[in-house]
């Protein structure tokens, strides 16, 4: 038979286990970081993030560009002027809507197909340069993945750039 000092001792070891297992993470624990589970990537250095930047592309060579743009200012609208994908200037298509961001706004290229882009360097499986331009905030460039039209972008309006 187990005497009380045994049953104790056991006792602090099982239900200290858990809070020790606790003690080994810090403050730059995984649960303290930004995830990002989209394939996108994002950046948030400027008054507009640009988050889960990437092209979708329907034919070797064109792509529609997929970002949602985040205004952080309370107090002014920005808006998208251009955008170029490795040097080369995409085509902004008017006629998908507004590329005004207002304050604490947002703006999702993804959904209106609003820029279509051309590059040899646009296939399924590369990496491209996509430089965004707003009329107030600084321009930001990233180093976005080339996605293929289907599974989860299938739904994105991919037009062949002019």
């Known amino acids: 038979m187990i005497n009380l000092r045994s049953r104790t001792a056991l006792a602090a070891v099982i239900l200290g286990v858990p809070a020790l297992a606790g003690c080994s993470t810090n403050f730059g624990a995984p649960t303290d970081q930004v995830y990002n589970p989209a394939r996108g990537v994002n950046d948030r250095s400027g008054r507009v993030d640009v988050l889960n930047a990437l092209v979708v592309s329907g034919t070797d060579g064109s792509g529609t560009v997929v ?21 080369a200037t995409a085509n902004i298509n008017a006629g998908a809507g507004s590329t005004d961001i207002g304050p604490l706004g ?40 080339v996605v293929p039209h289907s599974g989860d972008y299938e739904d994105v309006p991919v037009k062949q750039a002019r």
């Open 106 to 145: 947002y703006l999702n290229l993804g959904t209106t197909g609003a820029v279509s882009a051309s590059s040899i360097r646009i296939v399924p499986g590369n990496f491209v340069d996509i430089a965004f331009t707003f009329q107030r905030g600084k321009a930001i460039t990233v180093h976005a993945p």
């Open 67 to 87: 970002a949602t743009l985040v205004n952080n200012e309370s107090g002014e609208s920005d808006r998208l002027v251009s955008v170029a994908v490795d040097g």
